[in-house]
């Protein structure tokens, strides 16, 4: 492989990357503990990871963005070693409240936000509450709008019957063995599906649980749309949020939206250096006003 180019790493790798680069924290919340990880230093990108998901999915994008940006990826509540939040079925406030409860900890005033599938729930909650003005710039990936409207009502059913089933069934490792295909393209690496299913295997099913509940509750629109700046991208080959349906998000919302080219839904894993450079240039336009 000529230099410069992404060389492949095995899951211990990455493991020993993350450990390296990409270190653990945990700090106080209301109803227990919050974890994260963080790297670099300068102004401050925060990432929300998806329900199948976890802090560590974002670590090549944060190795990418840590000589340019403080980088924070939360572990949500109740995965990780986060502490879960108190209500079994949690609206995408709680989880914002508690994201806030985490800034204030960490002392930040103002960040990039950057939200992946379910993670952009918490995250437009946030960019839509009394504190918005401490987003600076808003990204979705492959958001997920959620199940909660009323035109959803048999879907909503569906997907949370089916959810808890596999749960039950499957167990944790199984769901992981399972799911993580359907995380790419069919053209990934079996380096990114080493990784998400490392990821997915680390699941917590209490957590894991309320996050059904938010993803089968809660509407991404009824926040309405953002007042600062908001970008939506998709991977091409994602079938789990398609361009589609991120594309009518993204209407809805006011934002740009441009496809990532070579990704499925995962696509902090699948094309971390793409994603990076996204936020990069989210980042940059934050601060200046003009794109890198």
Not at 59 to 69: I, T
Not at 122 to 150: D, F, H, K, M, N
Not at 264 to 281: K, T
């Amino acid at each position: 492989m000529l230099p410069g180019l992404f060389q492949p790493a095995s899951t211990a790798d990455l493991q020993a990357q993350l450990a390296r680069d990409f270190p653990q924290r945990l700090v106080l919340a209301s109803g227990g503990r919050q974890a994260l990880l963080e790297c670099g230093a300068g102004p401050t990108v925060v990432l929300l990871h998806g329900i199948g998901s976890g802090a560590a999915s974002w670590l090549q994008v944060a190795q990418q963005l840590a000589s340019r940006a403080r980088v924070i990826a939360w572990d949500a509540p109740g995965y990780g070693d986060s502490s879960p939040l108190e209500s079994p079925a949690p609206k995408a406030e709680q989880y914002a409240a508690r994201l806030l409860q985490m800034l204030d900890t960490l002392g930040v005033e103002d960040c990039v936000l950057v939200g992946h599938s379910l993670g952009a729930l918490p995250a437009l909650a946030l960019a839509r509450s009394t504190q918005a003005q401490r987003v600076r710039r808003l990204l979705l990936i492959s958001p997920a709008r959620g199940y909660g409207a009323a035109q959803f009502a048999e879907r909503r059913q569906q997907v949370r019957q089916q959810r808890l089933d596999n749960l039950e069934h499957l167990d944790i490792a199984g769901l992981a063995e399972q799911r993580s295909a359907h995380m790419l393209s069919p053209a990934a690496e079996p380096q990114a599906l080493a990784w998400v299913r490392w990821n997915m295997a680390r699941l917590n099913p209490d957590g894991y649980r309320q996050a059904i509940e938010l993803l089968c509750g809660d509407d991404l629109l009824r926040h309405g749309a953002p007042d600062m700046p908001c970008d939506v991208h998709c991977g091409d080959a994602d079938s789990i949020t398609p361009a589609a349906t991120c594309l009518s998000l993204a209407q809805a919302l006011g934002a740009r939206f441009s496809l990532i080219a070579g990704a499925g839904h995962a696509s902090p894993i699948e094309q971390p250096r793409v994603v990076a450079g996204l936020v990069a240039c989210a980042l940059q336009e934050s601060l200046t006003g003009s794109p890198l």
